[in-house]
């Protein structure tokens, strides 16, 4: 742990990080020991706590951080290390030195920087469990995969899917005809008699540009969409979609 006073000077600085910014830092110093050091791939928490507060310092060599704010740091880094565990980066190594030893896992070898990191810290906010059922399992997956445009487009797919089953509407309508026609103020099957005319517009208006906004072009051509956080904005409005249409009572018109 040598080398975080380093990359992290002000102890302020430090002690201010969540588990997950300062396991970030804590795993790309682990991954660049592991890279110059192929004869020992495995640590020791208490060993690199030590490397920090060191029982024989030379003559006039004082710790990196201050001593009055030894326990602080060593509970944030201990923290940061249970979060990387807990998130499966750091696993047992087995009969190598005992189980407190941990060596990284094969998905903590493959992050390529502190960036790609943080959308992976993003990606693991979004649940499963949060998800309609529509949803839940191809959605989901295509997002913990990185397929962030996939996962779009196959949440607001499912909108368009469950609007025509629910409305009883032709497969030749598609995309916001379709949203216009389910949810037509005058005559829609989703229509609700009690509400404002203006709410009604205002439904037909979410749905139909939901859909134009991240259905059709993902459906239509190639969009670059990297970020995680923007998916899972996207998703989750798609999510919501789903829960209007099923609570939704429809309206048949002769």
């Not at 920090?52 to 710790?63: F, I, K, R, T, V």
């Not at 249970?82 to 190594?93: H, I, M, T, Y």
């Not at 598609?174 to 709410?199: C, H, W, Y």
Request: net charge negative.
């Amino acid at each position: 742990m040598y080398e975080l006073p380093g990359i992290i000077s002000d102890v302020d600085a430090l002690l201010a990080l969540e588990p997950e910014e300062l396991g970030a830092k804590l795993l790309f110093i682990l991954r660049k020991r592991a890279q110059t050091n192929l004869a020992d791939q495995s640590f020791l928490l208490s060993n690199l706590l030590g490397e920090l507060w060191p029982y024989n310092s030379p003559p006039g060599q004082n710790p990196p951080y201050p001593p009055a704010k030894k326990n602080e740091i060593c509970l944030a880094l201990s923290e940061a290390w249970s979060w990387l565990v807990a998130q499966g980066l750091l696993v047992s190594s087995g009969n190598q030195g005992g189980s407190d030893f941990r060596v990284l896992s094969r998905r903590a070898k493959k992050f390529v920087d502190e960036t790609e990191f943080a959308k992976y810290s993003v990606a693991r906010t979004l649940s499963k469990d949060s998800l309609n059922p529509r949803i839940s399992m191809t959605v989901w997956l295509d997002f913990v995969r990185g397929n962030y445009d996939d996962a779009v487009l196959h949440a607001m797919k499912a909108v368009e899917v469950f609007v025509r089953e629910k409305s009883g509407l032709p497969n030749s309508l598609v995309g916001t005809s379709l949203m216009r026609k389910a949810f037509d103020i005058q005559n829609g099957p989703f229509t609700d008699a009690t509400m404002e005319q203006a709410e009604k517009q205002a439904l037909s208006d979410l749905f139909a540009g939901a859909i134009g906004s991240f259905k059709n072009p993902q459906s239509h051509r190639y969009v670059q969409l990297d970020n995680p956080t923007e998916a899972i904005e996207i998703i989750m409005l798609a999510n919501h979609l789903l829960r209007i249409v099923d609570a939704t009572t429809v309206r048949r018109y002769e």
